[in-house]
């Protein structure tokens, strides 16, 4: 095995793990926006308060909503 292929399977490696943590990053920061757009009350009082528990469990209902919807639609 030559060192390009070496090298080849390393970005391979690399891309295999950091596209899929790219993806959950982009689907947490839509699902933020998407709580400051309409629960902007909550956010105010989270970020007020230093409580997390409403806001993290406002954006597990609103991925997991999200979710059912796309695996109702396939």
Known sequence: MT???DADR????VASVTVPI??????VAAA???LVL???VTV???VDTGEI???VRLLAE???ETMAGLLAYL
């Open 10 to 13: 390393g970005l391979d490696r």
């Open 3 to 5: 060192s390009e292929q």
């Open 38 to 40: 309409t629960e902007s």
């Open 62 to 64: 609103v991925i997991y």
């Open 32 to 34: 933020a926006i998407w």
């Open 22 to 27: 790219g993806l959950v990053a982009a689907i």
């Open 53 to 55: 528990s409403p806001l």
């Open 44 to 46: 105010a009082n989270a």
